[in-house]
């Protein structure tokens, strides 16, 4: 493989914007394949995944070529000069580039990858705190974690079949596969850009994990209902609730962040998603007016996101330990405020993209025994987990509404 200068310098641009500017990596990554227009698929293939894999492994890597942060730029090449070497290339003769003890580099990476905190590449805290959590099967669980993710597609059952949708995009040169248990996703065989296919411009699917399909489906709508989804983002999860009440009935897509639900409208248009009505949070009288009024309610709560690391691989290098103390605290109050929406015989879902017990089974047995969560019963619930499912960590939990 040549290293072709302009790439490389791409790379080693977003990687300080990251590490040392606090920018998150999807935005840096995203500005900088509009950087040359003559850059080809594979040209902005490259710089994606190297920034990515660079961040994902930045303890590991720093730790064999022997740099702290702050990284100055030619800390970032050392960093670069290790990624190479380990992937067997070989490297230009750059200014840039001090010459590089390859063996050198090989054996550090043999005796860090014995230290699980090096051979995952995660801070101290995190380690620690994954292991008292889940014991044994952390040391699988981030492993799993810092693979790459699979992509996987949700057929938008408002315009189309998931058999339908397989034969559209082969059409586009793209092949899929079903995902057994997941009657909406087609899973990716090859990693392409589905965003600049006809069947994703029509409306007729969205990228979403296998694992996030299952929230919607845990819910149990029914055309017709008010449906609350009281944490919506981009909405995700309210495009497929849109789909499994076939457009009848309404939902309410509720957030404290109005950019996203603008988000939402611009992808509900495109769906074909009619019954979708979005709503700012600015006090707390935007919920109570929806108190005892929903059939189904959806807390699809903030949390660590420790279950999507290998999509968002900086998330290990912003979160600290306060933001989770106080995450739990804004979960706890989230569940005993927007609970009060269910009306009696509704149902309830709390879900999470984290794989911690204590942002997850915790928080609804603490719930449960709160006074307002002794009007509800614990139906079920579902904990996925990466190297068991091969998709993303994510806790969902049903509850029923006395």
Known sequence: ???????????????HQIFNEGAYADKVVQKLLKRDKRWGAR????????????VRWKRLYAEIAEVKEPFSRENLWRIFAVWATLRGITLPDWKQIVPTPTRRIKGRFDELSQIRKFRESIPDWIDELGEKELGKLWDKEISTLNEQAPVVLRANTLKTTRDKLRSILEDENIDTEFIKGYPDALKLIERTNVFSTDAFKNGLFEVQDASSQLVAQLLDVQPGQRVVDTCAGAGGKSLHLAALMQNKGQIIAMDIYANKLKELKRRARRDGAHNVETRVIESTKDIKKLYGKADRVLIDAPCSGLGVLRRNPDAKWKLQPEFLDNIRNTQAEILQNYAKMVKPEGKLVYATCSILPSENQDQVKSFLSTEIGQNFTFVKDKKVLSHQSGYDGFYMALLDRK
């Open 1 to 15: 493989m040549r290293l072709h200068r302009n790439l490389v310098f791409a790379v080693i641009d977003g990687l």
């Open 43 to 54: 040209d902005r293939g490259f710089v994606a995944e190297t920034v990515y894999e660079i």
